[in-house]
């Protein structure tokens, strides 16, 4: 079945320091990939998406790029702030997923100091 | 902003009790989702709900689960006779018809305790 594999945390990072996040997945045919984000005390947020190969998904100055030769879908950050610090999880839908059910990772907590 | 609302927050119960967690979905959307997390674990797609039925659901949704809209506004995901297992944060999620983008909307979730 499918899977998403996600780095584990917690992440501790300075302030302006770059971030990278790694995801790998495994799937049949040629799923969507998603990070969400979760900022203490709130729900999950999709933070970006991509949905063909080679695409890059990016929002607020994170990207992650679709790659399909690596299976992988690592979100990176160059400069990070204190508000950055949430966790994050990594997901896929599988092409024929019902109903937009998702798949997840098992997070990451980042933790981003002054 | 419309968002999901999850209540309550977080409940304590002892094992061998029945468990109610409400959720509010976005007012026009039309597929619901439970999902859980288990300290330091994934997470688990629970269940899927779109036309007053269930569309899809995982293994781990068995007899004990069941889940529910019982006046077109609320979604509840009932636990009929709880387990320690059980112990976990339970996620709501909705999404409108059509928009098969994947994109979820999330509720801030349930902390279930069991005892």
Known sequence: GDSVTQMEGPVTLSEEAFLTINCTYTATGYPSLFWYVQYPGEGLQLLLKATKADDKGSNKGFE???RKETTSFHLEKGSVQVSDSAVYFCALRGPKAAGNKLTFGGGTRVLVKP | E?????????QVTQMGQE?????????NHLYFYWYRQILGQKVEFLVSFYNNEISEKSEIFDDQFSVERPDGSNFTLKIRSTKLEDSAMYFCASTSWGQNTGELFFGEGSRLTVL
């Not at chain 2, 419309?2 to 977080?10: D, L, Y």
């Open chain 2, 19 to 27: 468990v109610i967690l409400r959720c509010v979905p976005i007012s």
């Open chain 1, 64 to 66: 992650a790029t679709y």
């Open chain 2, 2 to 10: 419309p968002e999901v609302t999850q209540t309550p927050s977080h």
